[in-house]
Nanobody, 119 residues
Framework: QVQLVESGGGLVQPGGSLRLSCAAS????????MGWYRQAPGKQRELVAL??????????NYAESVKGRFTISRDNAKNTVSLQMNSLEPEDTAVYYC??????????WGQGTQVTVSS
């Protein structure tokens, strides 16, 4: 089994910053990608940011709505992924989920962490 433990959510004022972290442990096969999704009330879960392994390197993808404000990073040695969120907006309010793709076809999800942007 694989466990994904998230941390770092909370309440922040518009324009503020938060950093989310996710640590993966357990029976992990070759990691294909790690990233973050979010789901706001009444909306579908959407991709926020993803780091995909390509050979010895990686590529990053961001949702258009967060480009320039959010930065994803990964520590391969520790199997962790982080999301630095700056210039937060009320529209960023959602439950954020860590996602791990490994072994070619395996998807794992964290339990979710609430991010609320409000004055």
């Amino acid at each position: 089994q694989v466990q994904l433990v998230e941390s770092g959510g909370g309440l922040v004022q518009p324009g503020g910053s938060l950093r989310l972290s996710c640590a993966a442990s357990g029976r992990i096969f070759d990691i294909n990608a790690m990233g973050w999704y979010r789901q706001a009330p009444g909306k579908q879960r959407e991709l926020v940011a993803l780091i995909t392994s390509i050979g010895s390197g990686s590529i990053t993808n961001y949702a258009e709505s967060v480009k320039g404000r959010f930065t994803i990073s990964r520590d391969n040695a520790k199997n962790t992924v982080s999301l630095q969120m700056n210039s937060l907006e009320p529209e960023d309010t959602a439950v954020y989920y860590c996602n791990l793709r490994h072994g070619g076809s395996r998807y794992e999800w964290g339990q979710g962490t609430q991010v609320t942007v409000s004055s």
